[in-house]
């Protein structure tokens, strides 16, 4: 079947999620610097947490770009990916209104690496679906860099226990593993099509 209504329903559920992130964000009524600064630790978790969003979005829709349709298990596969990307709003603003408290970073991580699960399954089923010799196969390879994530993830979790800024920081650190785009499936296609032309 074809893979058109599955982008454009994953691209108008992440754009609600935006939304509810942002919604989070509440004007203070002071005037002053000092009101703002309160606000730090929400505004940050909230910047952590749309990064998160626009890397699986990003990536999302490179690897959708390769597949040339899909089945009922991808559908599935897929709404279980935007289910755990929905609850990141709620642990953002937990993590953020309590100020990167154990329980909250504890289970904003599990939220991440559930993410990171989800998409595994995902690009798993595309490749099944679409063989082991497919442009999208040859793309996501072996997903080293997806492996380590979800082992950050639950490295962080357990580090949280004792100290949740390092664990924060172990967050951002694969963010920045994530933050430019993974140009695999990009390249990928680029060569496909320079291969055929």
Known sequence: ???????????????I?????????????????????????????YVLSFIYVGIYW???????HAAKS???????????????????????????????AQWPVICYGAVLAMNGIAYTILAKLLIRHHGENSLIARAVGNDTKGKLSVGIYSAAIVVAFVH?????????LVACMWFIPDRRIETKINQETNYRD
């Open 1 to 15: 079947m074809s893979k058109g209504r599955l982008e454009a329903f994953s691209d108008g559920v992440i754009a």
């Open 17 to 45: 999620i935006i939304t509810i992130m942002v919604l989070e964000l509440k004007v203070p009524h002071d005037a002053s610097w000092e009101a703002l600064r309160h606000l730090g630790p929400v505004f940050l978790s």
């Open 58 to 64: 990003n990536n999302h829709h490179h690897m959708l």
């Open 70 to 100: 899909v089945n009922g298990a991808i559908l599935w596969a897929n709404m279980h990916l935007l289910f755990w990307l929905s609850l990141i709003p709620f642990v953002t603003a937990w993590m953020g209104e309590n100020h990167f």
């Open 164 to 172: 949740s800024w390092l664990a924060l920081a172990m967050y951002i």
